[in-house]
T-cell receptor
Framework: DGGITQSPKYLFRKEGQNVTLSCEQN?????MYWYRQDPGQGLRLIYY???????QKGDIAEGYSVSREKKESFPLTVTSAQKNPTAFYLC??????????????FGSGTRLTVV | KNQVEQSPQSLIILEGKNCTLQ??????????LRWYKQDTGRGPVSLTI?????NTKSNGRYTATLDADTKQSSLHITASQLSDSASYIC?????????????FGGGTRVLVKP
């Protein structure tokens, strides 16, 4: 069954600590994305990658870092520089080569809480 | 500024009743509009995708409409079921040189009561 898997489902971070959120897809999608979701707000783009070994900053990249060493994987690191990291993080993938109406597939999300 | 506004923010309906959610957008140049359903603590799941030339699309009991002239869309839920309780997110895709960019609405939270 093809899909996109995020882990862990819940994550707790102490002050000053870096944490890494995992995102893996077996859909053979070229593009992958990280979004942050806060209550009552629309999803905001953190980083995206359209091809292996290349990624671009989204609208709220400060305090986050990513890598794209493999097509299937796009991990997100929340660094200590991110002052308000508590949120629901969603990973998505898509296949732009499919045309203008290509769909996005989302993972089940990781809820990060600062303790 | 490219924005997507959804109304109402939340909605309570009785099981079996119909409801309509609204989405207004200012995104330009427009590529397509998508409606997603998001269960609590889960990722969004696509319901419909509509391009400029499409003014209605259905997916089971969900029917989306699009008026590209007035930049408005609606999502109609027919004969609601308890499993329809979720947030519904309107997403507008904008054409950019580097690929489409998505702008998300804040969502409408629907609660279906027995």
């Amino acid at each position: 069954d093809g899909g996109i898997t995020q882990s862990p489902k819940y994550l707790f971070r102490k002050e000053g600590q870096n944490v890494t959120l995992s995102c893996e897809q077996n859909l053979n999608h070229d593009a992958m994305y990280w979004y942050r979701q806060d209550p009552g707000q629309g999803l905001r783009l953190i980083y995206y990658s359209q091809i292996v070994n290349d990624f671009q900053k989204g609208d709220i990249a400060e305090g986050y870092s990513v890598s794209r060493e493999k097509k299937e994987s796009f991990p997100l690191t929340v660094t200590s520089a991110q002052k308000n990291p508590t949120a629901f993080y969603l990973c998505a993938s898509s296949s732009p080569a499919a045309g203008a109406n290509y769909g996005y597939t989302f993972g089940s999300g990781t809820r990060l809480t600062v303790v | 500024k490219n924005q997507v506004e959804q109304s109402p923010q939340s909605l309570i309906i009785l099981e079996g009743k119909n409801c309509t959610l609204q989405c207004n957008y200012t995104v330009s140049p427009f590529s397509n509009l998508r409606w997603y359903k998001q269960d609590t603590g889960r990722g969004p799941v696509s319901l419909t995708i509509m391009t400029f030339s499409e003014n209605t699309k259905s997916n089971g009991r969900y029917t989306a409409t699009l008026d590209a002239d007035t930049k408005q869309s609606s999502l109609h839920i027919t004969a609601s079921q308890l499993s329809d309780s979720a947030s519904y997110i309107c997403v507008v895709s904008m054409i950019k040189a580097a690929g489409n960019k998505l702008t998300f609405g804040g969502g409408t939270r629907v609660l279906v009561k027995p």
